[in-house]
């Protein structure tokens, strides 16, 4: 089992800036490729964002490139998405997930998910 603990959301104006952080515990961390994914009210849940278990490679939804980016810290345990130029439209309740060595680009295929963090982007 891995247990995921999100932090970092809340209020923030159109075109500021929040870092979400996502705690991981419970088998090696360095094994699983990490995913960040948000739902908005009314909408299904969608692909924001993903690394490779070594942190070489990542992907993103083309509605958040250039704007969003993941990273990790291994002696950490803890996956980040730092988000800039917020737009009202990036409002949801953002998702940290885990799985086992599986390539970034699989979407569908995570096994282990944390309970959400609020962002609220402001007009």
């Known amino acids: 089992q891995v247990q995921l603990v999100e932090s970092g959301g809340g209020l923030v104006q159109a075109g500021g800036s929040l870092r979400l952080s996502c705690a991981t515990s419970?088998?090696?961390?360095?094994?699983?490729?990490m995913g960040w994914f948000r739902q908005a009210p009314g909408k299904e849940r969608e692909f924001v964002a993903a690394?490779?278990?070594?942190?070489?490679?990542?992907y993103y939804a083309n509605s958040v490139k250039g704007r969003l980016t993941i990273s990790r810290v291994i002696a950490k345990s803890t996956v980040y998405l730092q988000m800039n130029s917020l737009k009202p439209e990036d409002t949801a309740v953002y998702y940290c997930?885990?799985?086992?060595?599986?390539?970034?680009?699989?979407?569908?295929?995570?096994?282990?998910w944390g309970q959400g963090t609020q962002v609220t982007v402001s007009s």
């Open positions: 997930a885990a799985k086992y060595r599986k390539p970034v680009r699989g979407t569908v295929d995570y096994d282990y």
């Open positions: 419970g088998r090696t961390f360095s094994d699983y490729t």
């Open positions: 690394i490779s278990w070594s942190g070489s490679s990542t």
